[in-house]
């Protein structure tokens, strides 16, 4: 019996909950906490259709235009559901694609609509809600997901970048066979495109990105999708005999490409219909009249004495709400008093709110419910601003600046008076937090400002100037946002320009590269400085390549090379030092992309003159002249070009280590990072007993650093603990090798828990250094598991094609090959030692003569493995190849190290021929290795038995030899 046909033991799991206390689990899958709470809820997707009864609707008609209420049959979009349901039954395992458009396109519609065709096919279908949407106060435990599964994340694009990928890399997604995951968002920007990045490195496939157009095209569509929601409306509202639906003015107009504004302009004729009312006839008069009759509902609530609010408070409470968002009860009250509600009690407040807006999720303990939709949310805190033009709505003067009184920081409370005198002086109060609904109400405002410019002018652009630091706490979707807005206010934008970080951050990486172009393109048109342009274009390079959009970096520090080439050579020597640094950028650049033979010409050439400048008696800015001696020097390492990349990498470190004295931990951090590269060159070029003080230098730096700044270097300690352990091993010292082995996995693997996509690489590297160390302590068993871990996740990181991440799996599927034949367990080593070879063979074939040393390497393995399992005559024309490949590299470079491993396979090669009795052909092959082995060094015992197996072998095929001829 197949282990696919052994019957599955089910698990069990008891849980006990004292009072107050919380739970969270996940069947299959990873749950990711911070502050307490979980990240995110994924939970099964609501299949069915909220009925809105009569007596609500007329109360309320804006409750019939909610998506999940699904009123308006579902129309048009088919080409969009094709080619979804196309991505659907795609033979990929899993694959992630966006659907994006402004608000009230439809995509909620659409998403609902695909989740119920998949369920309808036998998919199971979940939703996912980040921790700050209301609907994610607590955790589901969805169960088993099946052989399909559909994920659906509405508002992606406010996701933090890291919590999306932790998402996206949950093995929860790993169980079906075939998995996929729809982003809904308004705005593809540059966020979707720097994830695709992440993505792929990441080895998750992108399915299509589609931009939803106009609902209806024509004015003939536009037409029938009308009289198609004027019915479902009237039939809600119980209208028995609607009138025939009036076509409304200017229906070719752009407004009504919202697909929205169709429904919208639908309710509204049926419902001024029954009241006896006139219609408007404009979108913004459409917004209004809702708006009306939500201030009636209000109203007569509060007539009717089911609330004590009055509608003049409920106006405030529900312009917070569509701000905030849901919240906790008590963050509730806080939110209403820190706005501002003079006169009244937030938390009556708070409870007369859940009357008028019952919260979608009783049993979560959120309140606060925004208005919905969206759209008509933004128009309503558009409305409720001053400075529309809008006649028919008043707005109200409280709501002026609300936002920013909303979003005061929260100040911790000062230290206590007393104590003595030094304690009071230097015991000053912490920085102040920002409010929990930071992100939500930021959001909201800048999609808000898109539309309504009066909210852009009078409160987002204001708020910003002041306070430039929210934007960067709303993210990176706010902060690429801003740039969308029609009128962008560039004090504003370059002052949050200056808070945000120099390093790299994931989240607000993209949204930095699209307000760097965006400023970018303004001073580029304000300067005719040729030096300046340049400056310009490098500082934007860098943001892109920090964002991962690497073919718009270096079109951006290409600009900048060419500027600094024509100017002329007799300029100021600034001009030319910075043509040094440009050349070296744009050769990062282009190795991120993965062109390297021409990325080490760039910096090369950026190299060459760097020096030139320095012999004519110009000194260098020794951090950028630093660093592009070590990026040189990484990437010629990287390229096995260890003896070119020698002297450029002992440079880099004599220069670094006098920018470390400024003690500044960034100078520290690049230190370490040279020592660590220094240390691994001499060890991969044989001399590891020099490398060690260097890698063991960088372990200690960074494991210093790692104290000091908790979170921010934990990734490069794991690197350097991993390569000590390394280089401990090689020298001799396995117990410490063994020990900075598990140093190095332990943080990689907390690092991978939190955030798989960005660390799962990591944790690979890691246990694949791990499973190194245990073989050598002949703790088998562990290594083999180990080695089995980082095979597993460097399979699924190879799936994107690209040659590092299969080299890794290469490596790994070797070594598993490896640990299994010690295990003696050579049928089970064949296919690992099959598939690296597989994967060797492909690198060779693209890159040449890099991979053959490597290539050949493995092919013995294989050929050895195949002897194992008796197969000689699969395993003889494996290793007369490698013989093949590894002369050819002794052709070309006599003294490299493959002479042992030739000599390894020609021993190989003889006992293959002779179990197939090639006599000859094995005398041949036994003779080439005695002469190889008379050429080698002297290597004491091991060399000694080698001289006697060789003798033996010669010695027995000879006296097959001669037994034939007396035999014939």
Request: glycine share 8%; charged share 25%; aromatic share 6%.
């Amino acid at each position: 019996m197949s282990a696919a046909d052994e019957p599955r033991m089910e698990a069990s799991q008891h849980i006990h909950a004292e009072p107050g206390s919380s739970v969270y689990a996940v069947l299959h899958g990873d749950i990711h906490v911070r502050n307490g709470r979980p990240v995110y809820q994924v939970a099964p997707f609501d299949l069915t259709r909220r009925s809105v009864p009569v007596e609500a609707a007329l109360r309320q008609p804006s409750r019939l235009l909610a998506a999940e209420n699904r009123i308006v049959p579902f129309h048009g979009r088919g080409g969009e559901l094709d080619a979804l349901g196309r991505w659907g039954e795609g033979d990929t395992a899993r694959s992630v694609a966006l659907v994006h458009a402004g608000g009230g396109q439809g995509k909620t519609r659409l998403a609902a609509r695909l989740a119920a065709d998949s369920a309808k096919r036998g998919w199971t279908v979940w939703a996912a809600h980040h921790r700050s949407d209301p609907i994610a106060e607590q955790v589901v435990a969805p169960g088993d997901p099946g052989r399909t599964l559909l994920l659906i994340v509405d508002y992606a694009d406010r996701w933090p970048a890291d919590d999306l990928l932790m998402l996206l890399s949950n093995p929860l997604l790993n169980r079906p066979g075939r998995c996929r995951v729809l982003l809904v968002a308004r705005s593809a920007n540059l966020w979707w495109p720097a994830l695709q990045n992440r993505l792929s490195k990441a080895g998750l496939d992108t399915g299509p990105t589609l931009e939803l157009p106009a609902l209806a095209g024509s004015h003939t569509d536009r037409q029938i999708s009308y009289r198609v929601a004027h019915r479902a409306f009237a039939d809600a509202l119980g209208v028995d005999d609607p009138p025939l639906p009036a076509v409304p003015a200017g229906l070719d107009g752009t407004a009504y490409d919202v697909a929205l504004t169709l429904h919208m302009a639908a309710l509204v004729a049926i419902d001024s219909f029954r009241l006896d009312l006139t219609a408007p006839r404009d979108p913004v008069g459409l917004s209004r009249y809702l708006l009306d009759r939500e201030h009636d509902f209000w109203l007569s609530l509060h007539d009717n004495g089911r609330v004590s609010t009055g509608p003049s408070i409920m106006r405030r409470a529900v312009y917070t709400a569509a701000l905030t968002g849901t919240l906790p009860h008590a963050e509730a009250a806080t939110a209403l008093d820190r706005i501002g509600l003079s006169g009244s009690s937030p938390s009556v407040v708070v409870d007369d709110h859940a009357v008028c807006y019952p919260p979608r999720d009783p049993a979560a303990g959120a309140v606060l419910e925004p208005l919905y939709p969206d759209r008509l949310a933004e128009d309503f805190l558009a409305l409720s601003t001053p400075g529309h033009m809008c006649a028919g709505y008043v707005p109200d003067p409280w709501a002026a600046r609300a936002a920013e009184r909303l979003l005061r920081p929260e100040q911790a409370p000062s230290p206590p008076a007393g104590g003595p005198h030094w304690f009071r002086r230097r015991a000053q109060p912490p920085p102040p937090e920002a409010v929990p609904y930071t992100r939500s109400a930021l959001a909201v405002l800048t999609d808000t400002a898109r539309r309504w410019p009066h909210v852009a002018e009078r409160e987002l652009w204001p708020l910003l100037r002041a306070r430039p630091q929210l934007a960067v706490e709303g993210g990176g979707s706010v902060v690429a946002a801003l740039t969308e807005i029609g009128h962008v206010d560039l004090p504003a934008l370059e002052a949050v320009e200056k808070c945000l970080p120099r390093h790299q951050d994931i989240d607000l990486a993209p949204g930095a590269a699209a307000l760097s172009r965006v400023l970018t393109e303004h001073r580029l048109r304000l300067s005719d400085s040729p030096a300046e342009r340049a400056k310009l274009h490098e500082a934007l390079g860098t943001r892109l390549l920090q964002a991962g959009l690497w073919k718009e970096a270096v079109a951006s520090f290409r600009s900048a090379v060419s500027i600094r080439k024509s100017l002329p050579d007799g300029g100021p020597s600034s001009n030319r030092l910075s043509l040094a640094s440009a050349l070296s950028d744009l050769g990062m650049a282009m190795h991120r992309m993965g062109r390297q033979q021409r990325a080490v010409e760039l910096m090369g050439e950026g190299i060459l003159l760097f020096r030139e400048l320095q012999q004519s008696g110009v000194a260098l800015p020794v951090h950028d002249f630093a660093m592009a001696l070590s990026n040189l020097g990484m990437a010629l390492m990287e390229m096995g070009r260890g003896r070119e990349a020698e002297p450029y990498t002992a440079e880099g470190l004599r220069l670094r280590r006098r920018t470390a004295r400024s003690g500044r931990p960034e100078a520290e951090a690049e230190l370490a990072a040279s020592l660590d590269n220094y240390g691994l060159l001499l060890y991969q070029r044989g001399r590891p007993r020099e490398a060690l003080p260097y890698v063991r230098d960088a372990a200690e730096r960074y494991t210093k650093l790692h104290g000091t700044h908790p979170g921010r270097f934990d990734e490069d300690v794991s690197i350097a603990l991993k390569n000590l352990g390394m280089v401990l091993d090689a020298t001799g010292d396995a117990p410490g090798a063994l020990d900075a082995a598990r140093k190095a996995c332990a943080i990689a693997e907390g690092l991978a828990r939190r955030n798989p996509s960005a660390y799962k690489r990591l944790h690979a590297y890691n246990l694949h250094g791990l499973a190194i160390r245990l073989h050598h302590q002949d703790q088998f068993e562990e290594s083999l598991s180990a080695a089995l871990q980082a095979h597993e996740i460097r399979s699924a990181l190879a799936q994107d094609g690209t040659a590092p991440h299969v080299l890794h799996l290469a490596e790994t599927a070797g070594f598993v090959d490896t640990a299994l034949a010690t295990l003696d367990r050579p049928a089970e080593a064949v296919p690992y030692a099959g598939e690296a070879v597989g994967l060797l063979r492909t690198l060779y074939e693209a890159e040449g003569r890099i991979y053959r040393a490597y290539f050949a390497g493995q092919l013995v393995a294989l050929a050895q493995r195949l002897s194992q399992v008796d197969d000689p005559r699969a395993a003889w024309p494996v290793a007369a190849e490698a013989a093949g490949h590894l002369r050819a590299e002794l052709r070309v470079a006599p003294d490299s190290p493959v002479r042992s491993v030739l000599l390894m396979c020609l021993v190989v090669w003889a006992g293959l021929s002779k179990d197939l009795e090639l006599w000859s052909e094995a005398l041949d092959q036994i003779t080439e290795a005695v002469d190889l082995y008379a050429d080698l060094p002297d290597g004491g015992e091991d060399d000694d038995a080698w001289g006697q197996l060789l003798s033996a072998t010669r010695a027995e095929i000879l006296d097959a030899l001669n037994g034939g001829a007396q035999d014939a």
